[in-house]
């Protein structure tokens, strides 16, 4: 089996003006499932003498937000896209007070997509027959919506100082990236996790964060948006009501509303999603990240911002 040193294609490259120094940059895990969240690590010797003013990156379109870890080594996290197959570059551009500049990258290789384990449901009709424009173009406008809500999550700094919780300690009934067959005919791929719940249960946020929106969309129902900073931001689904507002700041484990099954649901339960900017990933993988692996905190070299490496 091979190690996971050469599992990952590494390359440095650096500027006319670059110095002896050497910027390495790894990843973990090797080979992301889609929608994975993968860890990043950027190891550069520490220089007395010429300090690093800010680092700044990129992994599938999205900015990085490296946070130092220890003396001469940053973490940052990254989402994998759900239907990306072949490989994935990430990169780091480290700017030190000189002016000189040192980039490193990583690249994954990506298994191909797998198609979905089939769950299957015995729905009423109204699940699978086609959907009018005008519906379409509301679920249209509502994806829209929560992908900029993604998007401006990196213009937060990270908020949480602890790792994520999930929303419910109850069973999960769902699990992300499987599939569901509607009366043996139509097959989607769910893009969440779902927790069994009945009507009025509490739903809790993950963590630490400003909501970002709460509203009824066609297919999620009632639902509240948290933006956590640092282009992390989860969502809670299909919910009877909610307890808070948008503008709100949460704090992990606060009660935010109650399990329902509004929307487009064949019953009642929670359905929790997360997106890293644009990007939807798996939410348990942020709660596998464990504690104090990436945390806001005051070593964050740059200020969050869009302009990302490429």
């Known amino acids: 089996m091979q190690?996971?040193?050469?599992?990952?294609?590494?390359?440095?490259?650096?500027?006319?003006?670059?110095?002896?120094?050497?910027a390495r940059l790894t990843a973990a895990p090797a080979r992301p499932e889609p929608g994975a969240i993968v860890r990043l690590t950027l190891s550069t010797p520490v220089s007395p003498t010429d300090s690093i003013v800010s680092i700044r990156g990129a992994l599938a379109g999205e900015p990085l937000h490296f946070m130092r870890s220890t003396a001469g080594a940053w973490h940052a996290i990254g989402g994998v896209p759900v239907d990306t197959e072949g490989s994935l570059i990430a990169n780091a551009v480290i700017q030190r007070a000189s002016g000189k500049t040192e980039i490193a990258r990583v690249r994954f290789a990506l298994p191909k997509v797998p198609p979905p384990v089939s769950q299957p449901l015995a729905v009423d009709s109204s699940f699978t027959k086609p959907l009018d424009a005008a519906t379409i173009a509301r679920i249209d406008r509502e994806n829209a919506r929560a992908r900029e809500i993604g998007r401006l999550a990196h213009d937060m700094a990270p908020m949480w100082t602890a790792s994520f919780l999930k929303p419910r300690t109850s069973v999960v009934t769902s699990e992300f990236g499987s599939g569901r067959l509607f009366n043996g005919a139509l097959t989607?791929?769910?893009?969440?996790?779902?927790f069994r719940g009945a009507v009025g249960e509490p739903v809790r946020?993950?963590?630490?964060?400003?909501?970002?929106l709460v509203d009824n969309f066609f297919l999620a129902g009632n639902v509240v948006y948290i933006d956590h900073g640092?282009?992390?931001?989860?969502?809670?689904?299909?919910?009877?009501k909610t307890l808070v507002a948008a503008g709100d700041t949460v704090k992990r484990g606060q009660e935010i509303g109650l399990v329902g099954n509004t929307g487009r649901v064949t019953g009642p339960h929670l359905h929790w999603a997360a997106r890293y900017g644009a990007i939807t990933v798996n939410p348990l993988d942020l709660v596998a990240l464990g504690n104090k692996w990436y945390v806001g905190s005051s070593s964050h070299t740059s200020a969050p911002s869009r302009t990302s490496a490429r």
Do not use: E, K, M, W
């Not at 190690?3 to 050497?22: G, H, M």
């Not at 989607?188 to 996790?193: D, E, K, S």
């Not at 946020?205 to 970002?212: I, L, Q, T, W, Y």
């Open 3 to 22: 190690s996971f040193a050469a599992s990952i294609v590494f390359v440095c490259l650096f500027s006319s003006t670059v110095t002896a120094q050497t």
């Open 188 to 194: 989607t791929r769910h893009l969440g996790v779902d």
């Open 205 to 212: 946020a993950s963590n630490r964060g400003v909501v970002a």
């Open 230 to 240: 640092g282009g992390v931001v989860t969502a809670y689904f299909h919910l009877s």
